[in-house]
């Protein structure tokens, strides 16, 4: 302590474990203020300040901004915007966390590889890493259950289609009795969450993914029902199933992170019946258009990931790559439009969606939400259309 019981600048640094500087530019900020100058100049701080300095450091750590907790403190800040700001703090943590993971899972593998390789070869090792490094967003997408729901959530609330989804998709699959039915990437169960009353008595049911986490999530949202759902950890590029064993196969939003597609259709042909049949849900090239023009006005570096995702399979191109291995083919069209209408939830949904914008905006949060709470104010309300639909074809 100093004068008086009060703390010099450095003797403050010292005891927030921040340097002199930092102490200086909160001062200079409006967020701290000394208690007392001496003559000279001197700056001392009361106990008060250094919890308030301690505070900002917690709130600094949440992800906020220093604008942000000087809106906090003139009490400016509402508990929406606060939601927010932890929200994409938590959704930028969470895709370093699960890129890690992913990194992670490479380095295991390339390991099993090099033991297997009894010629002293690396070039099995080396595709190995180059087929996981170009499948990471799926890998990424699997890791992450919480954030799967929250797309989930955000689509029933802004969506505009009277049918759900998940209800859309199912009404569009042929089951009878005693089907066996296999779903490649189940998610989080959504599909047979939303549908468990609609399950054809004796349906075998094997619901896959390629991590434990989300079958574990999976299994925890469906315990409740009495169908005998089977989970499969499951690498989709070699199935482990017997040849010609299931009547229909899911593929609900699936292919289209895979970079070898082809190789999963011929393996989805390999344990299909004959005449059983193929259901892949996909998005086309225009999918949320209107949400990346929106964000092309912040930063043209800004990238949703739907037009490199429907490039892999998407409406333009299914049939044709289906037809390698099917006939019959048939695609359904699904027309929704989400409408926002509130500045917040615009930026919850952006915060959510697969995209760069996280990293983009992560040191200029603040500036990025003016501008679409600018979009708003011009606009009243933002619509993004949606391109989504289904291709069903045939095992003949």
């Not at 009795?177 to 004796?202: D, S």
């Not at 993914?209 to 989709?236: A, G, R, W």
């Not at 593929?251 to 344990?271: C, M, P, Q, T, Y």
């Not at 949904?349 to 979009?375: A, C, M, T, W």
């Amino acid at each position: 302590m100093g004068k008086e019981g009060l703390y010099t600048t450095g003797k403050l640094a010292k005891k927030a474990g921040v340097s002199i500087r930092t102490i200086r530019y909160y001062n200079s900020m409006g967020l701290i203020k000394p208690s007392f100058i001496s003559e000279a100049g001197y700056r001392f701080y009361s106990d008060e300040e250094f919890v308030k300095v301690k505070e900002i450091l917690a709130l600094k750590y949440l992800g906020l901004s220093l604008n942000d907790i000087i809106e906090i403190q003139q009490k400016k800040f509402k508990k929406e915007s606060f939601f927010s700001s932890l929200n994409a703090q938590k959704n930028i943590i969470t895709n370093e966390i699960n890129n890690m993971k992913s990194i992670l899972n490479t380095i295991e593998t390339a390991q099993i590889a090099m033991k297997q390789d009894k010629d002293g070869q690396l070039k099995d090792t080396i595709k190995i890493i180059e087929q996981l490094e170009n499948e990471k967003e799926i890998l990424q997408r699997s890791k992450d259950t919480s954030k799967l729901l929250q797309d989930i959530e955000l689509m029933d609330k802004f969506h505009t289609n009277k049918i759900d989804w998940y209800e859309w998709v199912f009404s569009n699959i042929d089951m009878h009795e005693n089907y066996k039915v296999l779903e490649l990437g189940c998610g989080n169960g959504a599909l047979w969450q939303r549908n468990l009353n609609r399950v054809c008595e004796g349906t075998e049911i094997v619901l896959t993914e390629i991590c434990d986490e989300m079958l574990k999530e999976t299994e925890n949202n469906l315990s409740h029902s009495d169908i005998d759902f089977k989970y499969k950890k499951t690498d989709l590029n070699e199935l482990p199933f017997e040849d010609e064993h299931f009547d229909v196969v899911i593929a609900n939003h699936i292919l289209f992170f895979f970079d070898d597609v082809s190789k999963v259709i011929k393996e989805i042909r390999r344990v299909l019946k004959h005449n059983g049949k193929i259901y892949c849900t996909t998005i086309g090239e225009k999918h949320m258009i209107e949400l990346q023009e929106i964000l092309n006005g912040f930063s043209q570096r800004a990238r949703l990931n739907e037009d490199k995702l429907a490039k892999k399979f998407g409406i333009e191109n299914g049939k044709d790559i289906l037809e390698e291995c099917f006939n019959d083919i048939e695609f359904i069209s699904y027309k929704d439009e989400f409408i926002i209408d509130n500045t917040d939830e615009i930026l919850q949904y952006i915060y959510s969606i697969p995209g760069n914008i996280l990293d983009i905006v992560h040191s200029r949060k603040k500036e990025f939400e003016n501008y679409i709470q600018g979009v708003m104010e011009k606009n009243k309300k933002i619509n993004v259309r949606s391109q989504l639909g289904m291709f069903k074809a045939t095992k003949s």
